[in-house]
Each structure stands twice: as C-alpha cells, then as structure tokens.
C-alpha cells in the first residue's frame, strides 16, 4: 500500500514538470522570437527596399495584436478550455512563423506576424493557468518563478541565436526555426494534455462576450496608440487623446455592468489583492522599462560603446531574473504574495534611485550592477504577484486573470516606453534651452546625464507609490 503511494505520488511529480517544460518551451519560443526579430529588423529593412516608419510594424503588430486579445483568449481559455486554446495556440503561431519565412513581401510579413501574435496571445493566456493546474498550490510559486528561467533564457539568447542565423543564412531562417520547436510542443502537449487531467475540458459554461471584447479591444487599442504617439503629439492632442480614452473606458465599463456574462469578473476587482496586483504589475513594467529604452542612449551617445557591448551591459536584467525566479516563486510558497512582491518593488525603487547618480564617467561593472539589482527587484516581485492572483481565484475566472495580468503587464512596457519620451525630453530641452534630443552633440552630454537622472528621479517616485500600494493588498 504505501509502495503504490509513493509510486502514486512520484508519478504526479513527474507529470507536473512534464507540464512545466511543455508551457517552458512554449514561453521560450515566444520570447526569443520577439527579441530575435529586433535585430534582424535592418536585414529585413534592405530585402525589402522598405523605409523604417514602414518595417518597425513587424515589431508593432506583434505586440498590438498580443495586447489587444489577451482577455479574450483568456475568457476562451475558460470556456474552451486551457489545454485546447494552448495548442492552437502553438498551431497558430507555428503557421504564422511558416508564412513569414516565405513572404514574397512586407505587407505579407506584417500581416503573418498578426498571425503569429494571435497565437503567442492564445498561449501566454493559457500557459499560467496549466502551471496552476499541474502544481500544488503549495508549489504553485516555484512553478510559476521556473517559468521566469524560460523567459530569460529566451530573452538572452534571441538576439544571439538571431544574429548567427542571419549571418549564416538569412532573416528569414529566423522564423523557420520556430517550427521544429513548434511541432515538438504540439506533439508533447496533444500527449500529456491525452494521459493527464490538467488542461482538459470546459472550466464554465458562460458565453464569451462579443460586444465588450469588442469595446475591450477598443479600449486598449487606444491605450497603445495613445502611448505610443504621446512623445510626438502636442498639448492638444494629449488632452484630447486622454478624454477620448476615459470615455472609451466608461463605455465599456457600463457596457461590462449590464452584460450577465461580462468579459471581465467585475466582482473580482473589489478585492484589494486583485486590482493591486493588476496595477502593481502594470508600474512595475513601467518603471523596468523606463531604463530599458533610455539606458542605451546614454551608452550609445555619452559613453560611445558599440552595439555589442550595449547589448552586454543590458543583459544584466534578464540574467539577474534568470538566477532570482526560481527563488523568488518558492519563497511566495513559504512567505506569501505581501511581503516579497512589496520587497520586490522596493528593491526595483532603489535600483532606480541608484541609477539617477550615474554620470558620464561611472564604471560599466557599477553600471551593470545596478541592473542586476534592477533585475532582482523585478524576478523577486514578478512570480509572487502572479502566484497571489491565481492561487486565490476559482477555476472559472483563471484563464481571464492571467489574461489581464499580461495586458496589465503589455501596456506598462508601452506607457513606460512613453514615459522615458516624454519625461526624458521635457528635462533635455530644460536643461539644454530648448534643444531636442535628435540634434544631441558630444557638447551637450552633461545635460543628457543631468536629463537622464531626473528621468529616472521621476520614474523611483512612481516605483515608490507601487511600493506603498503593494503593500495594503490583503493578506
């Protein structure tokens, strides 16, 4: 008896790693495809004879469509249940990856990335909730900070595997690549998803909202635009675009209040633990991001370092993230969600601190040190907020969760990318009289620091906030 026990209990064990290198290999590839086709945006640039203003859409689309039907797959993930919305999700984004590889065009390509987006949405809406699934709750932490190894390890070694492909191949290899690794997961999940209880069925029966995915996807649409053009607009527009999008907001929220099958558990957003995690998750990304788009600048422009030592320095985040998730989600398992994501923000709000006293001569080592610990504070809140939300939840809201928690988390990469614009302009030209950042001359790289540190001065005032809001989420 206690031997077929321990053999009952040796076999769950297996099946939910099983399960975590299936959704692993899934968060993996979607990752390192994003930071692959960064680089090899000028290659495709020069094969297509195609100005940038044109190109930079096979990055945007991809991010628009992945932010825009996040919740919806996450509410069809619930309804159709989460093993099946994964799968097709691979199946989606595996074609999406074939046609891009063979577009005879650009417009052919942008409209295949759609394709692919579609799919990493449909995956990055299920993935969460089958590693919520196969895990304990008592490990559900661990599961989920494993999870940020996949993560890093894609975002380090896309711009690696990229730049070898290109040179020995073409852009285009880059997406032929997916498709063994696409095939192997399709093959791998269709058979654990068989033999396994995890991902398997319909977790409610409600119908999925057409009317607000459709308000939703408004909503958010304008949200992305709205930060994307924010830098370039003047004060009007600003001010226009701002009420455009409160009264979009509106609309869906009453819209939301009298749908019996609402796209979005509004009783959910009641509880502090619920929208605090959305909103800390979404100032979090902000703040990261903040340092992502203007640190390179100052390297660039004031330090004179090339592209591949930039890219060196840069890569402290996701390496710190790589050693500190799994850390991080098996103390969520001992501590709680409270005190470690509210230490995380902390640690991410001095790490910010520590960047605004860099100037044009600081070390690259103390450089890359404040990014590691950037890193740190982000690993160390990342895991335990998402395992807070999802371990608290019943089975029918999970999918729509983790749904809103990559949008929550999408749309704070893009204001945060805003924010760096706008900010970091603004003090630019206080501090130079009136000049603008694409005339900067080596003449003016005090100001740029001066410019750069009062950017981020602005951006550890909001982390600050984050910290203090993290902390009154419920125990």
């Given at each position: 008896?206690?031997?077929?026990?321990?053999?009952?209990?040796?076999?769950?064990?297996?099946?939910?790693?099983?399960?975590?290198?299936?959704?692993?290999?899934?968060?993996?590839?979607?990752?390192?495809?994003?930071?692959?086709?960064?680089?090899?945006?000028?290659?495709?640039?020069?094969?297509?004879?195609?100005?940038?203003?044109?190109?930079?859409?096979?990055?945007?689309?991809?991010?628009?469509?992945?932010?825009?039907?996040?919740?919806?797959?996450?509410?069809?993930?619930?309804?159709?249940?989460?093993?099946?919305?994964?799968?097709?999700?691979?199946?989606?984004?595996?074609?999406?990856?074939?046609?891009?590889?063979?577009?005879?065009?650009?417009?052919?390509?942008?409209?295949?990335?759609?394709?692919?987006?579609?799919?990493?949405?449909m995956m990055m809406a299920s993935g969460p909730v089958i590693i919520r699934d196969a895990f304990p709750r008592r490990e559900l932490g661990k599961g989920l900070g494993m999870i940020g190894i996949a993560t890093s390890a894609g975002l380090m070694s896309g711009p690696l595997v990229s730049g070898l492909l290109i040179?020995?191949?073409?852009?285009?290899?880059?997406?032929?690549?997916?498709?063994?690794?696409?095939?192997?997961?399709?093959?791998?999940?269709?058979?654990?998803?068989?033999?396994?209880?995890?991902?398997?069925?319909?977790?409610?029966?409600?119908?999925?909202?057409?009317?607000?995915?459709?308000?939703?996807?408004?909503?958010?649409?304008?949200?992305?635009?709205?930060?994307?053009?924010?830098?370039?607009?003047?004060?009007?527009?600003?001010?226009?675009?701002?009420?455009?999008?409160?009264?979009?907001?509106?609309?869906?929220?009453?819209?939301?209040?009298?749908?019996?099958?609402?796209?979005?558990?509004?009783?959910?957003?009641?509880?502090?633990?619920?929208?605090?995690?959305?909103?800390?998750?979404?100032?979090?990304?902000?703040?990261?991001?903040?340092?992502?788009?203007?640190?390179?600048?100052?390297?660039?422009?004031?330090?004179?370092?090339?592209?591949?030592?930039?890219?060196?320095?840069?890569?402290?985040?996701?390496?710190?993230?790589?050693?500190?998730?799994?850390?991080?989600?098996?103390l969520f398992d001992r501590l709680g969600g409270r005190i470690l994501t509210t230490a995380g923000l902390a640690i991410s709000f001095v790490a910010l601190l520590s960047l605004a006293t860099i100037d044009g001569a600081s070390s690259l080592i103390a450089i890359c040190g404040r990014l590691v610990l950037l890193g740190?504070?982000?690993?160390?809140?990342?895991?335990?907020?998402?395992?807070?939300?999802?371990?608290?939840?019943?089975?029918?809201?999970?999918?729509?969760?983790?749904?809103?928690?990559?949008?929550?988390?999408?749309?704070?990469?893009?204001?945060?990318?805003?924010?760096?614009?706008?900010?970091?302009?603004?003090?630019?030209?206080?501090?130079?009289?009136?000049a603008e950042v694409r005339h900067f001359v080596s003449g003016q790289s005090d100001q740029f620091v001066a410019a750069l540190r009062a950017t981020f001065l602005c951006a550890a005032a909001v982390s600050l906030a984050a910290v203090v809001i993290s902390w009154q989420r419920e125990r």
């Open positions: 008896m206690l031997g077929e026990e321990a053999s009952t209990a040796e076999e769950t064990g297996m099946a939910k790693w099983r399960i975590f290198l299936l959704v692993g290999a899934g968060v993996f590839l979607s990752t390192m495809d994003s930071s692959m086709v960064n680089v090899a945006l000028p290659s495709i640039m020069r094969s297509f004879s195609a100005p940038l203003i044109q190109v930079q859409w096979v990055v945007l689309i991809y991010l628009l469509t992945i932010t825009v039907s996040l919740l919806f797959w996450g509410v069809a993930a619930d309804r159709l249940g989460i093993g099946t919305v994964y799968l097709l999700g691979i199946g989606v984004f595996g074609t999406g990856s074939l046609v891009c590889a063979v577009a005879p065009n650009l417009w052919l390509l942008i409209s295949a990335r759609l394709v692919e987006g579609v799919g990493a949405a040179d020995w191949f073409s852009w285009r290899m880059i997406f032929l690549v997916n498709l063994p690794i696409s095939l192997v997961i399709l093959a791998g999940g269709t058979y654990l998803f068989r033999i396994s209880k995890v991902g398997n069925g319909a977790r409610n029966k409600r119908q999925v909202d057409g009317r607000g995915a459709l308000l939703w996807a408004v909503v958010v649409l304008s949200c992305i635009l709205y930060a994307h053009f924010l830098p370039s607009f003047g004060w009007f527009f600003r001010v226009g675009g701002a009420l455009w999008l409160g009264l979009a907001t509106a609309s869906f929220i009453w819209a939301e209040r009298t749908r019996k099958s609402a796209i979005l558990p509004l009783h959910l957003f009641g509880k502090s633990y619920y929208h605090i995690g959305l909103i800390t998750a979404a100032v979090s990304f902000a703040s990261l991001f903040v340092v992502l788009v203007l640190l390179p600048f100052y390297l660039d422009l004031v330090r004179g370092l090339p592209a591949n030592l930039i890219g060196l320095v840069m890569m402290a985040v996701p390496l710190s993230l790589f050693v500190v998730s799994p850390t991080s989600g098996m740190m504070g982000q690993s160390m809140f990342l895991a335990p907020n998402t395992a807070s939300l999802l371990s608290r939840i019943g089975d029918d809201d999970a999918g729509v969760t983790a749904g809103l928690l990559a949008t929550s988390r999408n749309l704070g990469m893009l204001f945060g990318a805003a924010f760096a614009g706008i900010v970091f302009a603004a003090w630019f030209s206080w501090f130079t009289g009136g």
